[in-house]
């Protein structure tokens, strides 16, 4: 157990539908990320918050958009979804980021959740 | 884009070290080198990071290049767990870990 929890686990949902995925970060880390790792893209960085606040961007599409609550856990929200969206969502999490000096923690990720679009 | 280049696999004999390359070319001096693996589908595993000196934790050793355009990651005696995906990333002050394609590493028994 990373102490990355994420849910649910698997997601099937049928194409138009919109759905949200569930990060809880490491107890203590302030800062969360999502990634998709679809088979033939590799992991892509989506969208990373601190604090609750969004600090980067990455490859998220305009349908997808994100948020981190009081409580530091984070919501992946999808809709429009469509037969490409299958994959799976990873949420990372960590201490910090660089700009107050915790470069030197890596992310611990979550086991993730396996979204199928049929 | 990420700004690492890996053999895409490699084989390795259970019980030998296993040495995976990196090549990072372009890192600037800010920037750390990071090793991550991903076994089957689950969530990336860190492994450990370093900015100009070799690090060993109990899990690995990274060694930098003087010049910090590559490095190598040694798994000392490399078990039929350590099958995997591992990843070499540059991070640098926007915080961002961008994956590569990573090396496929498969330990021979």
């Known amino acids: 157990d990373s102490g990355v929890t994420q849910t649910p686990k698997h997601l099937i949902t049928a194409t138009g539908q919109r759905v949200t995925l569930r990060c809880s970060p490491r107890s203590g880390d302030l800062s969360v990320y999502w990634y998709q790792q679809s088979l033939d893209q590799g992991l892509q960085f989506l969208i990373q918050?601190?604090?609750?606040?969004?600090?980067a961007k990455g490859n998220i599409l305009e349908r997808f958009s994100a948020q981190q609550f009081p409580d530091l856990h984070s919501e992946l929200n999808l809709s429009s979804l469509e037969l490409g969206d299958s994959a799976l969502y990873f949420c990372?999490?960590?201490?910090?980021?660089?700009?107050?000096?915790?470069?030197?923690?890596?992310?611990?990720f979550g086991s993730g959740t396996r979204l199928t679009v049929v | 884009d990420a700004k690492t280049t890996q053999p895409p696999s490699m084989d390795c004999a259970e019980g030998r070290a296993a040495n995976l390359p990196c090549n990072h070319s372009t890192i600037s001096g800010n920037e750390y080198v990071y090793w991550y693996r991903q076994i089957h589908s689950q969530g990336p595993q860190y492994i450990i990071h370093g900015l100009k000196n070799n690090e060993t934790n109990e899990m690995a050793s990274l060694i930098i290049t003087e010049d910090r355009k590559s490095s190598t990651l040694i798994l000392p005696h490399a078990t039929l767990r350590d099958t995997a995906v591992y990843y070499c990333i540059v991070r640098g002050l926007d915080d961002k870990i961008i994956f590569g394609k990573g090396t496929r590493l498969h330990i021979l028994p």
């Open positions: 918050y601190y604090n609750g606040e969004e600090r």
């Open positions: 990372a999490s960590s201490v910090g980021w660089v700009g107050i000096g915790q470069i030197n923690y890596g992310y611990t």
